[in-house]
DNA sequence: GAAAAACCTGCAACAAAGTTGCAATAATTC
DNA sequence: GAATTATTGCAACTTTGTTGCAGGTTTTTC
């Protein structure tokens, strides 16, 4: 019932295709994917269009951020334990492309770079080799 | 003669279309652009196809970078004042949408995360309000 | 400088992501 | 449970980016 509570909790309509979208998230096991995964996933239970709504509910509520775009799609993670300036760091391997949270590495938020410019928010990935690769 | 050089010096063939992607790049003040720009620049001279294939000769030179995805679409500039291992951040304004090369700002490089994972290269974005909209 | 080799380019066709309008359906509210 | 409000499915569409292949340029070689 986790799912559930988090859409009453943020006011949404508790539907079953945000349930599902959700629950496909949090068996992502932590890792960013794609509509097109969640659509696969839910078969033909809700249309592509539907996945793709309900994503947006879901960042507008704040509850699923859209990390970053790889392979010309968005990749959505449930927000657990990020803050409101700072997601956790993202590491993408270049060997075998497989993306890791590291929800464990803090990096200092920048400072304003320039006189007037206000920073709400910072974005970081790395890039490398992951353990398996190196 | 400048992008005439810059190819030159990579090994690549020095075309027309390359040199007018480059001139592009370079008349984008330090922004970062997408090819659908580039096409619209170049008007009928050249082929959208061509602008993105000579766009993946240059990157794959180093004589630009893939910077970011912004609006569905590859974001490019050229490779100026980057490190092999960081490219300057950048900041993207959530009111106007316009981003900015933060060339002067120095970010330190993430140590490794955890126990063997190899950090290649790191990618800072920033989000905020620029002066314009502060 | 001309011929050969190596490499680019345009065209057409295609694939995939994401969006929009609208009618039908489901969740809340009272 | 009826009225209200929000969500969903479908079809059609836009845009980005890719691929194959024939024809055209740039370099290299001599």
Chains 1, 2 share one sequence.
Not at 44 to 49: A, G, K, S
Request: net charge positive; aromatic share 6%; with cysteine.
């Amino acid at each position: 019932m986790e799912a559930r509570a988090m859409l009453k909790a943020a006011g949404l309509y508790c539907t079953a295709a945000r349930l599902a979208v959700v629950d496909s998230l949090l068996q992502a096991s932590g890792r960013p994917i794609k509509p097109s995964t969640i659509s696969a996933q839910l078969g033909t239970r809700f249309d592509r269009v539907t996945v793709y709504r309900t994503l947006d509910s879901l960042v507008h509520a704040d509850l699923v951020h859209k990390v970053f775009i790889e392979e010309r799609a968005c990749h959505y993670e449930l927000a657990h334990r990020c803050s409101k300036t700072q997601c956790h760091p993202h590491f993408t391997c270049t060997c075998c492309g497989h993306t890791h949270c590291l929800t464990q590495l803090k990096i200092p938020m920048a400072q304003s770079p320039h006189l007037g410019f206000i920073v709400q928010r910072q974005q970081v990935r790395l890039e490398g080799l992951c353990p398996d690769c190196a």
